[in-house]
Nanobody, 124 residues
């Protein structure tokens, strides 16, 4: 059974940091690309940072460039999202998703699997 489990969310002050984890089971990250998404109340889900097939550099939304970093530890079958210099606007539920290889760069239109999300709240 395929599972994606996010962890690492919580409450942090503006300017602080969090490291989110996406632990995958039932699939190998050798064959899937992971994307991080977030959704705030009343807003559409947006792609935050996504790995793409054949892309050497991951995609980052303009709002998080220079602050967030996606990385993968294939030995642990886990993808991380390091979040620095957090802002209140980053408050959202963060999801990881896994997609089979597709064409294009950035976050894909379709992801086969989704985690249940982890809450990130940035507030003083």
């Amino acid at each position: 059974q395929v599972q994606l489990v996010e962890s690492g969310g919580g409450l942090v002050q503006p300017g602080g940091s969090l490291r989110l984890s996406c632990a995958a089971s039932g699939i190998s990250l050798d064959y899937y690309a992971i994307g991080w998404f977030r959704q705030a109340p009343g807003k559409e889900r947006e792609g935050v940072s996504c790995d793409s097939s054949g892309a050497a550099i991951p995609y980052y939304a303009d709002s998080v460039k220079g602050r967030f970093t996606i990385s993968t530890d294939k030995t642990k079958n886990t993808v991380y999202l390091q979040m620095n210099s957090l802002k209140p606007e980053d408050t959202a539920v963060y999801y990881c998703a896994a997609a089979l290889p597709r064409s294009g760069y950035g976050c894909y239109d379709i992801y086969e699997y989704w985690g249940q999300g982890t809450q990130v709240t940035v507030s003083s």
